[in-house]
């Protein structure tokens, strides 16, 4: 048998390894999915603003989590506990009187952590 027709044959039998691997192999998933913030949304209303979005656990055990807003640098802060597998919508209703500068600023934190989840930044007009 030729070194060509040998390196064929090897070549056909690698792919061959390579199909029965990716067909045929379990698909792994994470162990460990982590909470996120979806959906962040500013709605303009007749009222002034709406500052909406979704905390999401999939963890799997109960979490809680700070939201820190600044309207125009006044602070304000709401803990939250959010079941595994669920989810927390944040409303916050922002008002033209409440507004100065415009400047809308907020972030979500895991309890405890000093890392943010998200943050965001909005100047209003």
Do not use: C
Not at 36 to 59: A, Y
Not at 61 to 88: C, E, H, M, N
Request: glycine share 6%; proline share 4%; aromatic share 12%.
């Amino acid at each position: 048998m030729s070194k060509l027709k040998m390196v064929y044959i090897l070549m056909l039998a690698m792919v061959a390894v390579l199909l029965v691997i990716t067909f045929f192999m379990p698909m792994t998933r994470a162990t460990h999915e982590y909470s996120e913030v979806q959906r962040e949304s500013l709605i303009r209303g007749d009222n002034g603003w709406i500052l909406q979005f979704d905390i999401m656990n999939p963890e799997h055990t109960d979490q809680k989590y700070k939201i820190d807003t600044w309207i125009d640098g006044q602070p304000s802060t709401l803990t939250v506990s959010t079941p595994s597998g669920r989810a927390f919508t944040y409303v916050k209703h922002i008002n033209p009187d409440m507004l100065g500068e415009g400047v809308v600023r907020f972030a979500v934190y895991r309890e405890g952590e000093d890392t943010h989840l998200k943050k965001g930044t909005y100047y209003l007009r």
